[in-house]
């Protein structure tokens, strides 16, 4: 089993940055990839951003290439994701996942069977 926590979400103005993190504990060794979703109200669970856990290849959702950067902290067993030049539209719950068997479909929802609670992040002037 793997826990993730997530935190850093909060209020933001248009064009402003937050930083997101997502701790995990438990079964760690086993990752091969963690990723982010989100979620706006209303609205099915939408990729953002994922990265394979050994050797840092990154893939992300179209609505976010260039404004998003996901990282991850292999020492501290931490995922981040740096989020700059926000718009209104990136308001949503988002979501830290994990899954620990190769291959599949990294930007799936159905790829991922670990998930964190969530944090709100609202962009509003």
């Known amino acids: 089993q793997v826990q993730l926590a997530e935190s850093g979400g909060g209020l933001v103005q248009p064009g402003g940055s937050l930083r997101l993190s997502c701790a995990a504990s438990g079964r760690t060794f086993s990752t091969y990839c963690m990723a982010w979703f989100r979620q706006a109200s209303g609205q099915e669970r939408e990729f953002v951003a994922t990265i394979l856990w050994s050797d840092g290849r990154i893939y992300y959702g179209d609505s976010v290439k260039g404004r998003f950067t996901i990282s991850r902290d292999k020492a501290k067993n931490t995922l981040y994701l740096q989020m700059n030049s926000l718009k209104p539209e990136d308001t949503a719950i988002y979501y830290c996942?994990?899954?620990?068997?190769?291959?599949?479909?990294?930007?799936?929802?159905?790829?991922?069977?670990?998930w964190g609670q969530g944090t709100q992040v609202t962009v509003s002037s």
């Open positions: 996942a994990a899954d620990s068997v190769p291959g599949g479909i990294l930007t799936s929802r159905n790829k991922y069977v670990y």
